[in-house]
């Protein structure tokens, strides 16, 4: 049942019917209400303590949700401790479960009936309206001829574009000469489309690309389970390896599911695989509604699909006989879920390509420690693309000390001599420019020049964000969106020396403008993307080199391919650096290392300034050097020692209270219960680093160590002693967010 936190439920199958099948939907009551659930299995042996209620009523007559995904579902609410309810519900399109029957977009479509073939017999022979039989109007008449020479019938907006309105149909229809009726339409998930869908050019695979799908192509053919990684460098051509895989396994009978992290971020991808694939490609992206992902979950489920492009949740996709699966960019922190069932999407990849033997694909410029590692262990094949496509060299990478630099040009220096000039000589030769800073806002906080007070999130611990929204100064939480006006005098001393410090997208953004006024600036970050639609339109004025400065977060580093962008600029690179969070180095590695790559990846080379405040940390010099193995090895070191995944695996666990002791008291005694059981370390309880989040007050504590199952029977145990502490707790297997 799509109820939270409950587990399985066991329902009697009236004596006349017969087990519905596993997949199958029924009604069932739970407590009064009556609601739809997929049947899992027979149970094993029923309580008897408890009356066992029947099944209301049986949906299907046979699996809606294919037995695969079930299985799948059951392995994610296991591994994560979600509900299992729960879990197959984040499977299916949004309210997969509660359409009773599923909703279809119809489209009216006119016909005619034999009445109406024989008056527009007459109409032809006569060329005009034959005396005997009903008098019809010129528009009737012709809509006639047109349905005459259209014996499938025409659907209203046809009629309607050849000037046909309704009206004159349903006169026909009254008069016994036109019959309607209804058909169901997949609407056309490429109405929101991302962009123009590049050109199929039908190249060369490179030396490396080559070699990498003479070890691919086998696995892929050898119809068992296996994992590859792809360890390809920025612009190495990992897409063209997907798509010849992609290829190879379709034309065997088998389909192919592929992962992205954000079709809109990389719309490219997409529009690749739909030109190489046409019709039987779905793309699954941000921009469909809830009937559209409806729409198209029922194609696949029907067969009619061979290829599923879509973010995270797509790996539940009731794709048959995956033979391939792909996830592009498998760092990418958007892969895990953060709410229940707060699953990795590659974690769940490979999963999938366990259960149908098939071969599993991850690709990165900038491998994730734990997939890395299993490569070295030989868990994984690794395969790498070490050289740009066609020889094209990487991007020269340099740091700005900004100490040196604000030393020279004063303390509040954003952008430096050397980024400046760069702009400016892209400018100057009609080339495009990227600048980067992971923090969006004008200001990081105001603070009190005489208490030092910050103005702080009600709900939340944090201090607010200040955003510039026309003249006005506004504070926001960027936790839970809380908003008010920055006030002129400090909320505690009342003293009027507000001052803003530090500084997000915005002000990059004003400094830009102001610098080079007559270049076409845009900002990417989620203040700007709110609307929907619009990164997908900046992203393609970008392309088609109509704007010269694209500013923004993460969102730009991600895997666009834009060859015209020939410099890259990091400000604040060490934004990251710092926070309490083990991932944070190599967080840092990723972003520098991903935005750099994309610059120069045209003809002419590509430039990267990097500025930050801490210029030697290993972080931001090997992602300089763009040398990803002497990272992994260098952190792998740190980890092992500071015993971080994937050194060992962690749980994270919160628990929520009203009142922070509430919160403790809570995390307590489940810890307590936890510490029964051994052969992990139980560190904690402690406020959690967001010690209040939407009002709520938090204290949390970690599992570590090397058996996932011996801590997830510990933490199943103690959940079911303490049930009643039932919602406050979330539980996390591996976390991404420590906070
Ligand atoms: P990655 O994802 O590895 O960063 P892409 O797949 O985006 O790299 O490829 C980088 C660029 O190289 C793209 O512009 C792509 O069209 C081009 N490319 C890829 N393979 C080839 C090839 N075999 N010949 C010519 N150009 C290629
Ligand atoms: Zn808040």
């Known amino acids: 049942m799509p109820v939270p936190a409950l587990g399985l439920l066991t329902y009697r199958v009236p004596a006349d019917q017969p087990m519905p099948s596993a997949g199958a939907r029924v009604m069932v009551l739970v407590g009064p209400r009556t609601m739809t659930g997929v049947v899992l299995g027979e149970a ?8 066992i209620k029947p099944i209301t009523q049986v949906v299907d007559d046979h699996a809606f949700v294919p037995p695969d995904i079930v299985k799948l ?25 509660t359409a009773r029957t599923d909703r279809f977009k119809t489209v009216r479509v ?19 309206v034959p005396a005997e039989g009903p008098r019809l109007g010129r528009r009737q008449a012709e809509a006639l001829r047109l349905l005459q020479g259209s014996p499938d019938g025409l659907t209203a907006p046809v009629l309607a574009d050849r000037g046909i309105a309704s009206a004159a149909v349903n006169a026909l229809t009254a008069l016994g000469l036109v019959a309607i009726r209804h058909d169901r339409v997949d609407r056309d998930p490429f109405e929101h489309a991302v962009s123009a869908a590049a050109p199929h050019v039908d190249r060369a695979a490179t030396d490396e690309q080559q070699a990498a799908l003479d070890r691919l192509l086998p696995m892929a053919h050898a119809r068992s389970f296996g994992v590859a990684l792809i360890h390809g460098v920025t612009g190495s051509g990992k897409t063209e390896v997907y798509l010849r895989l992609a290829e190879a396994v379709r034309t065997s009978g088998r389909g192919v599911l592929m992962l992205v992290p954000e079709i809109a971020l990389t719309p ?78 590659r974690d769940v990849a490979i999963m999938r390509g366990k259960f149908a033997s098939a071969l599993v ?80 806002g004008f200001a990081t906080a105001v603070i009190c020049r005489q208490c030092s007070a ?18 006005h100064w506004h504070g926001r939480c960027h936790y839970c969106n809380f908003l008010k006006p920055v006030p002129k005098t400090c909320e505690k001393c009342a003293a009027p020396y507000m001052e803003r410090v530090g500084f997000g997208t915005e002000r990059v953004e004003a400094e830009v403008r102001r610098l080079f006024p007559s270049a076409r600036v845009a900002r990417v970050d989620r203040d700007t993307v709110r609307r929907k639609g619009s990164l997908v339109q900046t992203l393609a004025r970008v392309a088609r080199r109509e704007v010269d400065i694209l500013i923004g977060t993460q969102m730009i580093a991600k895997g666009h391919d834009f060859p015209e962008v020939t410099l890259v600029g990091v400000i604040s690179a060490d934004v990251g650096l710092g926070l309490a969070d083990f991932r944070s180095n190599e ?59 994937p050194h060992v695996a962690m749980v994270n666990v919160v628990v929520r209270g009203q009142t922070f002791e509430d919160a403790m008291q809570g995390a307590r005694s489940l810890a307590g219960e936890a510490r029964n059981a051994r052969g992990f370390a139980l560190l904690g309880p402690a406020p959690a680093p967001l010690t209040r989040l939407r009002g709520e007050h938090r204290a949390q504590f970690f599992l570590k160590g090397t058996n996932r199952r011996v801590m997830r029977e510990a933490l199943q145990l103690a959940l079911s002693r303490k049930a009643s502490l039932g919602k406050r707790v979330s539980v996390d297997v591996d976390p991404l967010s420590m906070l």
């Open 44 to 51: 094993a042996a029923a309580d008897t303590a408890y009356t």
């Open 73 to 97: 579902t059951e392995w994610v609410s296991e591994y994560y401790l979600a509900g299992p309810g729960a879990t197959l519900a984040a499977a299916l399109p949004p309210h997969g479960l």
């Open 110 to 128: 006119a016909a005619l009936t034999a009445a109406g073939l024989d008056m527009a017999d007459r109409l032809a022979a006569h060329s005009a």
């Open 268 to 345: 490219q991808v997409a529009a690749l695989f739909r030109a190489r694939f046409g019709e039987a490609v779905a793309i699954q992206h941000s921009g469909l509604s809830d009937g559209e992902r409806h729409d198209q979950w029922h194609r696949i489920r029907r067969g009619d699909v061979d290829v599923v492009i879509g973010t995270r949740s797509a790996v539940f996709a009731p794709l048959a006989r995956p033979g391939l699966v792909i996830v592009d960019e498998e760092h990418d922190t958007s892969y895990k879920q953060d709410e229940t069932p707060r699953y990795h999407g």
């Open 361 to 440: 694909v991850l690709g990165s410029a900038t491998p994730t420690m734990e997939s890395y590692t299993n490569a070295l262990e030989g868990k994984y094949t690794l395969v790498s693309l070490n050289r740009r496509v066609l020889d094209r060299p990487l991007p020269g990478v340099s740091v700005i000390n900004m100490r040196e630099e604000m030393a020279a040009t004063g303390e509040d220096a954003v952008l430096s001599r050397r980024l400046i000039a760069g702009i400016g000589a892209r400018l100057d030769r009609g080339e495009q420019s990227l600048i980067l800073l992971n923090r969006r």
């Open 454 to 471: 910050t103005i702080e999130c009600p709900n939340c611990s944090i201090s607010l964000t200040i955003h510039k929204h026309g003249a």
């Open 587 to 645: 967080r840092t590695f990723q972003l520098l290392t991903q935005v750099a790559g994309r610059a120069g990846r045209g003809t002419r080379r590509g430039e990267a300034i990097i500025q930050s405040l801490l210029p030697n940390h290993y972080a931001i010099t090997l992602a300089c050097t763009q040398d990803y193995r002497q990272f992994y090895d260098t952190e792998v070191k740190y980890r092992r020692a500071m015993r971080y995944p």
